[in-house]
């Protein structure tokens, strides 16, 4: 069998198998553009928050960490209103674990009546029933693990929001409105294949939808090699036509070619969102590195300071976090309005970024066998750290090592953490991923009307070749089931009708236009 007809054989059936899919897909990117999967964001969350009741708090942070009998230090502190009384929170190796602030008791498992209570604070109305689950179609993800299991409580609004309580701190950790629940179905949950009984197998759902989107490239690519073979833009078939074909197919092939393009590097960037193979995986901050710019992890001594004198000094703090910078130890208390950074030793509380000499001379611990090659404070972002990611905190002062990596450490001058870090790996991730498959490389990075105009134009093309391909592919099964029942004209008719063009291709004669039109009647 010579290369064209099997290059068409394979694309015929990838078709038919995938083109469901690649319709999906283009059509489900547009719905993420203006509702993306559901979560609760740190602002959203600080504002329901109740105040923490400052005088309350009777007991040591250390005091609380030794009555849930675990050795080390916690890799994470807060203490917020849980919803009266003030809550310890600690982020151990099994997840989050919370000890009440006025009495050092580790708090129970949260019951359904707490979460309710819980999810009645925050909401501010009436709450249904809670319901104990492990995670839903909502919670699927790691972000979530050290939370779990999980609490699902309706409120009694006209957005039917939905929120989750954690089982282990009784903090409200997730949101979601029926808008956002219907729209993901054919936004987030169908484009991600993010359906909840294998997202749970989180290396088989891995492994599909790497498969799913390199078959999907090779239908592409066999597509795009016979659209070209199959073009005349010189020697042009009868009638002055380009293409060979009529109807569907003429649409499918001259709809291919233009959307080739767009549609590869989509599929191609969709593929290595995966990190396959271990390439373009991106790069966050380690455990290691945050730990060597805090200047190692909080002491038992800085654990040991009452944190109710200094929080009743400020009005509305919703919660406050332990913090190690530039060798002491920081209350971060966040309010609706700003962040003040207090001191454990009892000094005056901060406002306003760390200056940067301050921050620099931080920076070097980071990566002690290498120097820093540059640094620069960064209020609108460059192009691998910018705004249209949303969380992240400006202004930063980005510090690039002269290291094997490349590394580059975006630093918070509100909190004095990192923000970010980037290196090679990351890089590569921003250029294969977030410009190919989001665009928003310069300059649409900088014009998100126009960034999303061109993401909509290019993908009502990609789901019209999808489409035409969805037709062609339900006409072609309909034949052969008509094959298979003994119409055996009308297959020989659709079996050879490309071998018949393809024979007049090859003696360099113009052949009729053929009809790909189905002959219903």
């Known amino acids: 069998m010579r290369l064209p007809r099997l290059l068409h054989l394979a694309h015929r059936w990838l078709g038919i198998a995938l083109g469901l899919q690649i319709l999906l897909w283009f059509a489900s990117g547009?719905?993420?553009?203006?509702?993306?999967?559901?979560?609760?964001?740190?602002?959203?969350?600080?504002?329901?928050?109740?105040?923490?009741?400052?005088?309350?708090?009777?007991?040591?942070?250390?005091?609380?960490?030794?009555?849930?009998?675990?050795?080390g230090n916690p890799d994470e502190l807060r203490l917020t209103a849980a919803p009266q009384r003030p809550a310890y929170h600690f982020l151990a190796e099994d997840g989050w674990r919370s000890v009440w602030a006025d009495t050092g008791e580790p708090r129970a498992p949260v019951s359904a009546t707490d979460a309710e209570a819980a999810a009645r604070s925050f909401a501010a109305m009436p709450v249904g029933a809670a319901t104990e689950l492990t995670q839903d179609q909502w919670t699927l993800g790691r972000s979530l693990d050290p939370y779990r299991p999980l609490y699902r409580v309706p409120v009694g609004d006209a957005a039917a929001t939905e929120l989750y309580v954690s089982a282990r701190t009784g903090e409200v950790v997730r949101d979601t409105t029926a808008v956002e629940r219907f729209w993901n179905w054919p936004g987030s949950i169908v484009h991600w294949v993010y359906f909840s009984p294998l997202r749970t197998h989180a290396e088989l759902w891995r492994q599909l939808v790497l498969w799913l989107s390199a078959a999907a490239g090779l239908l592409?690519?066999?597509?795009?090699?016979?659209g070209v073979q199959r073009l005349r833009l010189r020697r042009r078939y009868p009638g002055g036509r380009?293409?060979?074909?009529?109807?569907?197919?003429?649409?499918?092939?001259?709809?291919?070619?233009?959307?080739?393009?767009?549609t590869l590097t989509w599929l191609l960037s969709g593929w290595l969102s995966l990190a396959p193979f271990g390439w373009a995986k991106g790069s966050a901050p380690s455990r290691e590195d945050r730990l060597a710019l805090a200047d190692g992890p909080l002491q038992r001594e800085e654990l040991a300071t009452l944190p109710g004198p200094l929080i009743a000094r400020h009005t509305d703090v919703r919660e406050?976090?332990?913090?190690?910078?530039?060798?002491?130890?920081?209350?971060?208390?966040?309010?609706?309005?700003?962040?003040?950074?207090?001191?454990?030793?009892?000094?005056?509380?901060?406002?306003?970024?760390?200056?940067?000499?301050?921050?620099?001379?931080a920076a070097p611990r980071l990566r002690r066998d290498d120097r820093i090659r540059d640094a620069a404070r960064l209020d609108a972002g460059d192009n691998y750290y910018y705004r249209q990611h949303p969380g992240l905190p400006f202004p930063v002062l980005r510090v690039r090592f002269d290291d094997a990596a490349n590394n580059a450490f975006y630093l918070d001058l509100a909190t004095g953490r990192i923000a970010a870090r980037l290196d090679d790996d990351g890089r590569r991730h921003r250029w294969l991923f977030n410009a190919l498959h989001r665009l928003d490389f310069p300059p649409l990075d900088s014009s998100r009307p126009l960034r999303y105009a061109l993401v909509i134009a290019l993908s009502a093309l990609g789901a019209a070749l999808g489409a035409s391909g969805c037709v062609l592919s339900w006409r072609r099964i309909r034949r052969h089931r008509r094959s298979a029942a003994g119409n055996s004209n009308t297959y020989a008719y659709s079996s050879n009708t490309h071998a018949y063009g393809y024979a007049y291709r090859r003696s360099g004669i113009d052949a009729p236009a053929i009809d790909t039109r189905e002959r219903e009647s």
Do not use: N
Not at 43 to 50: C, F, P, T, V, Y
Not at 243 to 258: E, F
């Open 220 to 226: 592409v690519l066999t597509g795009t090699w016979l």
């Open 320 to 361: 406050a976090r332990w913090q190690r910078f530039d060798g002491r130890a920081l209350l971060l208390l966040h309010r609706p309005d700003h962040l003040l950074r207090q001191p454990l030793d009892g000094g005056a509380a901060e406002t306003g970024p760390i200056p940067v000499a301050t921050m620099l001379a």
């Open 30 to 71: 547009v719905v993420m553009l203006y509702l993306p999967f559901p979560e609760l964001t740190a602002a959203e969350r600080l504002q329901h928050l109740r105040p923490i009741p400052a005088a309350s708090v009777s007991v040591s942070p250390w005091q609380a960490w030794s009555a849930l009998g675990l050795h």
């Open 242 to 262: 380009a293409t060979p074909y009529l109807g569907w197919k003429r649409w499918h092939h001259l709809g291919g070619l233009a959307a080739a393009l767009c």
